[in-house]
């Protein structure tokens, strides 16, 4: 049965469901002010999960932004899809619709979009945390993924700094201070997702320790909230999350722990255990894209090393009842230092592996750059999402414990 397009789901809406250049690939077309554009968007779930309206957040900003420059466009959405012939479908029906761009909004759905893509040529087709589209062989295919392991270790200070008040007030001992992570897979992605955000809270809170326990999925929010209380169990006292619905944050408040999210503000489903989320905000890009097309521009292949200081990393409003008393003053000046350069998140004299310093980290690059084989480690500090487009980091470090590796 053909499937029916849904138009962009207005903020009202999603909350009550809810409760740079690295060369470039020719754009898919021009127009005029008077016109109005279809742009299709691919999603992984649907206005409930936390992930998907982060996205739809980004879209009505953009279409704002775009109409203030006179270029009016359409939102138009599939759901429900993370990979496979479904994905393949999308994009070909958003293809004969007509759209100057399709954005496929999680990783996994690059493969089978890169099967159709070269039957519209006129259409953009940007792969949202992916990096396959920067190296093949279509012109009118592109990735992005900004720098949220920056967003990520700002959000670990915020948890270390309650770990420290914690401790003062007598709730935990030093040894107690253990941090949970619910993770989705073992994917280098997530890896540099929860070590970033240890090394933010270790940061502040020397004595930290963190166990992650992966789920095998993007978003299950009965497995999200399971695995939350699993970890709270066994004694972690703070829980952070790559994954995609709120169920961690209402399992914390229902357990009486603390809690730093994902994607959006999470303060209004668990108000006394949320502190802060970090996010990515993609109305940049999606401004960025849309308005390349329309002024008959080149869409950069690869959108990277985008992150806090071009506003493509945010953290949401900080719960000012739940945060410990120093923690917006501290983020700040973690915050100013990145943006300055003087702070690298993966700087390596913050980190041990198996005890040692670790000098080598050796990227396995596609035929397309130059070595095959790349240090990522120089100048003292691991350089994520530079020499490739997604995130690479991958190292075990000391201080985190794997509850398990099934996924």
Same mark, same amino acid.
């Given at each position: 049965?053909?499937?029916?397009?849904?138009?962009?789901?207005?903020?009202?809406?999603?909350?009550?469901?809810?409760?740079?250049?690295?060369?470039?690939?020719?754009?898919?077309?021009?127009?005029?002010?008077?016109?109005?554009?279809?742009?299709?968007?691919?999603?992984?779930?649907?206005?409930?999960?936390? &992930?998907?309206?982060?996205?739809?957040?980004?879209?009505?900003?953009?279409?704002?932004?775009?109409?203030?420059?006179?270029?009016?466009?359409?939102?138009?959405?599939?759901?429900?899809?993370?990979?496979?012939?479904?994905?393949?479908?999308?994009?070909?029906?958003?293809?004969?619709?007509?759209?100057?761009?399709?954005?496929?909004?999680?990783?996994?759905?690059?493969?089978?979009?890169?099967?159709?893509?070269?039957?519209?040529?006129?259409?953009?087709?940007?792969?949202?945390?992916?990096?396959?589209?920067?190296?093949?062989?279509?012109?009118?295919?592109?990735?992005?993924?900004?720098?949220?392991?920056?967003?990520? &270790?700002?959000?670990?200070?915020?948890?270390?700094?309650?770990?420290?008040?914690?401790?003062?007030?007598?709730?935990?001992?030093?040894?107690?201070?253990?941090?949970?992570?619910?993770?989705?897979?073992?994917?280098?992605?997530?890896?540099?997702?929860?070590?970033?955000?240890?090394?933010?809270?270790?940061?502040?809170?020397?004595?930290?320790?963190?166990?992650?326990?992966?789920?095998?999925?993007?978003?299950?929010?009965?497995?999200?909230?399971?695995?939350?209380?699993?970890?709270?169990?066994?004694?972690?006292?703070?829980?952070?999350?790559?994954?995609?619905?709120?169920?961690?944050?209402?399992?914390?408040?229902?357990?009486?722990?603390?809690?730093?999210?994902?994607?959006?503000?999470?303060?209004?489903?668990?108000?006394?255990?949320?502190?802060?989320?970090?996010?990515?905000?993609?109305?940049?890009?999606?401004?960025?894209?849309?308005? #390349?097309?329309?002024?008959?521009?080149?869409?950069?292949?690869?959108?990277?090393?985008?992150?806090?200081?071009?506003?493509?990393?945010?953290?949401?409003?900080?719960?000012?009842?739940?945060?410990?008393?120093?923690?917006?003053?501290?983020?700040?000046?973690?915050?100013?230092?990145?943006?300055?350069?003087?702070?690298?998140?993966?700087?390596?004299?913050?980190?041990?592996?198996?005890?040692?310093?670790? #000098?080598?980290?050796?990227?396995?690059?596609?035929?397309?750059?130059?070595?095959?084989?790349?240090?990522?480690?120089?100048?003292?500090?691991?350089?994520?999402?530079?020499?490739?487009?997604?995130?690479?980091?991958?190292?075990?470090?000391?201080?985190?414990?794997?509850?398990?590796?099934?996924?």
């Amino acid at each position: 049965m053909k499937k029916l397009f849904s138009t962009l789901l207005s903020a009202t809406m999603i909350l009550t469901l809810a409760g740079c250049s690295n060369g470039g690939k020719t754009s898919a077309s021009t127009g005029t002010d008077d016109k109005t554009y279809t742009v299709g968007m691919v999603c992984i779930g649907n206005a409930e999960m936390a &992930y998907d309206r982060n996205f739809y957040n980004a879209a009505d900003a953009a279409k704002k932004i775009l109409a203030d420059k006179g270029i009016n466009i359409e939102w138009k959405y599939t759901y429900d899809h993370p990979e496979g012939d479904p994905v393949a479908a999308d994009c070909t029906e958003f293809g004969e619709d007509g759209a100057i761009a399709v954005f496929l909004n999680s990783y996994g759905m690059e493969n089978a979009m890169l099967t159709v893509a070269g039957d519209y040529p006129e259409t953009v087709f940007a792969s949202l945390t992916n990096e396959g589209s920067k190296s093949d062989d279509l012109d009118n295919t592109v990735n992005a993924f900004p720098s949220i392991f920056e967003g990520r &270790y700002l959000t670990g200070i915020a948890a270390g700094m309650k770990l420290n008040e914690m401790i003062e007030n007598g709730e935990i001992t030093e040894d107690e201070a253990v941090l949970g992570y619910v993770g989705a897979y073992t994917y280098a992605e997530v890896v540099s997702g929860y070590t970033s955000f240890y090394l933010g809270a270790k940061s502040v809170c020397p004595s930290a320790k963190m166990l992650v326990e992966f789920i095998g999925s993007w978003g299950d929010p009965a497995m999200e909230a399971t695995t939350a209380e699993h970890l709270i169990d066994q004694g972690a006292v703070v829980i952070s999350q790559h994954s995609d619905s709120t169920t961690p944050a209402t399992k914390c408040q229902e357990k009486g722990v603390y809690h730093i999210g994902y994607n959006i503000d999470m303060s209004d489903v668990a108000p006394e255990a949320s502190i802060v989320s970090s996010t990515i905000d993609w109305t940049n890009y999606f401004v960025y894209v849309i308005e #390349t097309i329309v002024n008959g521009g080149t869409v950069d292949q690869d959108y990277m090393n985008h992150g806090i200081k071009e506003g493509d990393i945010k953290l949401t409003a900080l719960n000012e009842e739940v945060a410990a008393a120093g923690t917006a003053e501290a983020i700040e000046a973690a915050k100013q230092d990145i943006v300055d350069g003087k702070l690298h998140v993966f700087d390596t004299s913050t980190f041990t592996v198996g005890g040692k310093e670790v #000098t080598e980290a050796y990227l396995d690059m596609n035929a397309d750059f130059t070595p095959d084989d790349v240090n990522a480690i120089s100048d003292g500090y691991y350089h994520e999402s530079v020499y490739k487009s997604a995130p690479n980091f991958d190292l075990r470090i000391d201080g985190i414990t794997l509850v398990n590796e099934a996924y």
